[in-house]
């Protein structure tokens, strides 16, 4: 811009030199027109500036990055890492954390059991639900600390055939098991039940009527060398997908 303006200048400069040594021939129609032409030279040195700014602020935004939004992960029931197939229930559970926090079991994105729902306790926490359809049938905990193991066994026999049974332990639930409940315990399809011991964790899902040991369990010893907290081992969780009931 300067260059353009100093240009004008010397235009208008060049132009009085002229006016001087002809003023009495050109009189006021000449100063007229120098006037034009140093009117005529700004405007278009503005123009030139215009023109080099529009380019360069071109260049400038036209190399900048477009940002794009953030990138939305998308979710799956109960907050699983992929999704389930067609024909099976998605579940998420854990155990319960020392004596501490509750366990969680979560089945096609409802929560079943949760210290939240305040449906959990010591001991052995069972939530039994429908194999065909996944709704919930009913949830209860019991406690094999302090409580007397008929009321489990009880409940057990009470299970229907093509039932889901999720189990999660709590604190301790092995003090108080028998032989009886074990054994219709490892009839859900239990591999572990057999040597759960004094404040283990372990968390299960299995089935009334299933005729293989299910995949679905998890089992960790209670042991002073390797427990995470005093007294007791670290939190399991497990996630899967339930085949549905055909039958």
């Known amino acids: 811009m300067l260059l353009c303006l100093s240009t004008g200048a010397y235009i208008v400069l060049y132009s009085l030199q002229i006016l001087g040594t002809n003023m ?41 990055p477009v940002e794009e939004g953030p990138t939305r992960l998308e979710r799956y029931k109960c907050g699983l890492s992929k999704p389930c197939p067609e024909g099976h229930f998605s579940f998420k559970m854990a155990s319960g954390a020392a004596s501490v926090v509750g366990p969680k079991i979560c089945l096609e994105d409802n929560i079943l059991m949760s210290g939240v729902k305040n449906n959990v306790g010591r001991g052995i926490n069972i939530a039994l639900v429908n194999g065909k359809t996944g709704d919930l049938i009913k949830t209860d905990h019991f406690d ?20 889901v049974v999720m189990m999660a332990t ?7 098991l028998n032989d009886e409940s074990r054994k219709m315990i490892g009839e859900l399809g239990s591999s572990s ?29 209670n042991h002073a060398e390797t427990n995470k907290y005093e007294g007791w081992p670290e939190v399991l969780e497990m996630e899967g997908c339930i085949p549905q009931r055909q039958e």
């Open 24 to 64: 009495r021939a050109g009189g006021i129609l000449k100063l007229a027109a120098l006037v034009s032409v140093f009117f005529l030279a700004v405007f278009l040195a503005f123009q030139l500036l215009e023109i080099n700014m529009d380019f360069n602020l071109g260049n400038v935004f036209g190399s900048m």
């Open 144 to 163: 094999m600390w302090a409580g007397d193991v008929n009321t489990l066994i009880t409940f057990l026999k009470t299970i229907e055939e093509g039932t």
């Open 170 to 176: 709590f604190d301790d639930s092995a003090s108080k």
């Open 193 to 221: 039940i057999s040597t759960l011991g004094f404040r283990d964790n372990w968390i299960f899902v299995g089935g009334k009527g299933i005729k293989t040991k299910s995949p679905f369990e998890q089992h960790i010893k």
